[in-house]
């Protein structure tokens, strides 16, 4: 019985260590948004337009880094708030370093499934966002009507006034 024990263990155990990065690492990291000012509206899509969050800052989000089987994933964030110019961020995943562990390991199994399958094999490239919004220096000013006496006009643009009679 013990004969057949060790060899059935460690098939398991190569099986169970055979994908690197699902076991080292994750398939979802943190993205922490911080904006000044404070309190900005933060919505995050991801590479087929489908909302993963809105919220606001500052916020700690859960990001998926694999978008299907060999595909990473890639977010759009955008900053808004009254008063400030828009900001558009680009998040994007990169190959994980824990990826290749499943060549030393002599993982198969992790290299061209598990892990490629879960999106271990990808990683959060951006941690931490912290963007400073630009005021909006435009003010819409709202049409208004002066009425003026005809020496209150300045000389130069008497010549463009037309007379009503």
Wanted: proline share 4%.
């Amino acid at each position: 019985m013990k004969r057949i024990f060790k060899p059935v263990t460690l098939i398991a155990i190569v099986i169970v260590l055979s994908s690197c990065a699902s076991i080292v690492s994750s398939s979802s990291w943190p993205l922490t948004v911080k904006s000044t000012p404070v309190g900005a509206n933060v919505q995050i899509t991801n590479r087929n337009g489908i909302s993963v969050f809105n919220g606001q800052t500052p916020a700690t989000i859960l990001l998926k880094s694999g978008s299907g089987f060999f595909a990473s994933e890639s977010y759009m964030l955008k900053l808004t708030l009254d008063g400030y110019a828009e900001k558009s961020i680009q998040v994007n995943c990169n190959l994980n370093g824990w990826y290749f562990g499943n060549i030393v390991f002599g993982g198969l199994i992790g290299l061209l499934i598990v892990d490629p399958a879960t999106g271990a094999m990808y990683r959060l490239e951006t941690r931490y966002i912290d963007e400073t919004l630009t005021a909006n220096t435009v003010t819409k000013k709202e049409p208004s009507l002066k009425i003026m006496d005809i020496n209150e006009v300045p000389q130069d643009m008497r010549n463009h006034l037309v007379s009503l009679k």
